[in-house]
């Protein structure tokens, strides 16, 4: 499949929105086809609209001396963080020409991210029910996406760095009582962030027809 | 008036939840504008206007849950 990649670095998680949701009029508009974000963000807690703020378990006085900021977010799933050691990914994919199935979109989002870490060496799995890529029972990957007029945006996050997994302990991920690991923790070694870039980008070209 | 319908979200999606309803009954409408925001998954999904006109009735609420084909509410074309 093709698609043009946007890599925007660091960035905070408002303006990736902004982009995103201007990447979905312009394709909506015909004025653009299939994009691939890429980027990692500013530590920052997420929650989608039906999210329950009871999950965000730290309180707004630690989160503001850790300089982690708050948004809200019209993708699917409970509560979130993102960080700068996450490689932050957003298909923004028409689906109007692939095919309308949100359950479809999600399992292929999950096999790509899963051949990316065997590439690196990594067993990771999906599991039935629960959304994302996991290693055993930890979660390595976690997905949350929102569709408008069958244009996909937001997308998922995979952990790279081991230091950045500590900050989910001011929340209950996706509402759960998950442990979440890393690329990083798994292959007890730092791979760099271009690498798996590059890989991503690979893998997301062999997207299924 | 025009029905309101939950359409095909894809295989295995039999349901979704009304997350946010973007007007409310006696608000005008324009076609194709945002409506309604349902939640399946670990995903959103926005239902647009069939038509430009009043929303009358809202069956389903913010946190109900809908069936694949089953009517959301109506709107009042104008």
């Given at each position: 499949m093709r698609f043009q990649v946007y890599?925007?670095?660091?960035?905070?998680?408002r303006p990736a929105g902004e982009f995103q949701r201007q990447l979905v009029q312009k394709i909506k508009e015909g004025r653009a086809g299939h994009s691939l974000i890429l980027c990692r963000h500013r530590p920052v807690i997420t929650f989608g609209r039906?999210?329950?703020?009871?999950?965000?378990?730290?309180t707004s006085e630690e989160l503001n001396a850790k300089g982690i900021e708050l948004a809200e977010t019209e993708r699917g799933g409970d509560v979130t963080y993102h960080g700068p050691g996450q490689l932050t990914v957003y298909p923004v994919f028409d689906l109007n020409n692939i095919k309308k199935d949100i359950h479809l979109f999600l399992r292929n989002l999950e096999g790509r991210i899963t051949s990316v870490l065997e590439i690196l060496g990594i067993p990771a799995v999906r599991r039935e029910g629960l959304t994302g890529a996991w290693v055993g029972k930890k979660k390595i990957a976690s997905i949350g996406i929102a569709v408008k007029n069958w244009i996909t945006y937001h997308g998922f996050a995979l952990n790279v760095?081991?230091?950045?997994?500590?900050?989910?302990?001011l929340i209950r991920p996706c509402g759960m009582d998950i442990i979440m690991t890393s690329i990083e923790s798994e292959s007890k070694r730092l791979i760099p962030m271009t690498r798996i870039k590059d890989i991503l980008i690979k893998e997301m070209y062999r997207w299924p027809r | 008036m025009a029905k309101i319908i939950l359409p095909?979200?894809?295989?295995?999606?039999t349901k979704a939840t009304?997350?946010?309803?973007?007007f409310q009954p006696g608000e005008k409408v324009e076609e194709k504008a945002d409506l309604v925001e349902l939640t399946t998954d670990k995903a959103t999904f926005n239902l647009p206007s069939p038509c430009t006109g009043v929303l009358s009735d809202v069956y389903f609420h913010e946190g109900d849950t809908v069936s694949v084909g089953e009517i959301l509410g109506t709107i009042e074309e104008s």
């Open positions: 890599d925007l670095g660091l960035i905070e998680f039906s999210a329950n703020r009871a999950n965000i378990l730290a760095w081991e230091d950045d997994l500590r900050n989910f302990s | 095909e979200l894809g295989e295995n999606i009304v997350s946010y309803w973007f």
